[in-house]
């Protein structure tokens, strides 16, 4: 086939491409609007003393390393945010479709978009891979 032959192919080929990731491009986002922004709100503000804020928030920076296993395993016990104090239970998240443990790359895409918002920002390392988030999970007796 000559380079005129396959000139439709591929425009059509590189037309299609976006649509490859279209469906990931935005998954953080969905996620944290199904999982979490009823309680933790729309921008992060959290609810009062009940629901801690994920905007602006000093937990998320201080413990990075343990954001993997609090989405997959929920959180039990005090804490304090921006110097607030909370102590409620919240439950570890699953993929409402399939009553599953979200996978470790549907968490690095939902840990990427909480902290890239609402001034939060990605620790030294930059943006999350799957790898590392596996790293975590595997850390604290998950797969």
Request: aromatic share 6%; glycine share 14%; proline share 6%.
């Amino acid at each position: 086939m000559s380079f005129a032959t396959l000139t439709p192919f591929l425009l059509l080929g590189l037309l299609a491409l976006p649509g490859c990731f279209t469906n990931k491009g935005h998954q953080g986002e969905r996620l944290y609007g199904q999982h979490c922004a009823s309680c933790h709100g729309e921008q992060g503000e959290g609810i009062g003393q009940l629901v801690p804020p994920l905007a602006g928030s000093d937990y998320l920076a201080r413990h990075p390393g343990q954001l993997a296993c609090i989405v997959r395993q929920g959180l039990k016990g005090p804490i304090v945010v921006n110097g607030v104090a909370y102590n409620q239970l919240m439950l570890g998240v699953q993929d409402t479709t399939t009553h599953r443990k979200l996978s470790p790359a549907q968490i690095t895409n939902l840990l990427n978009y909480i902290e890239t918002h609402w001034g939060n920002h990605p620790g030294p390392a930059g943006a999350r891979t799957i790898a590392g988030t596996e790293t975590e999970l595997h850390a604290c007796g998950e797969r």
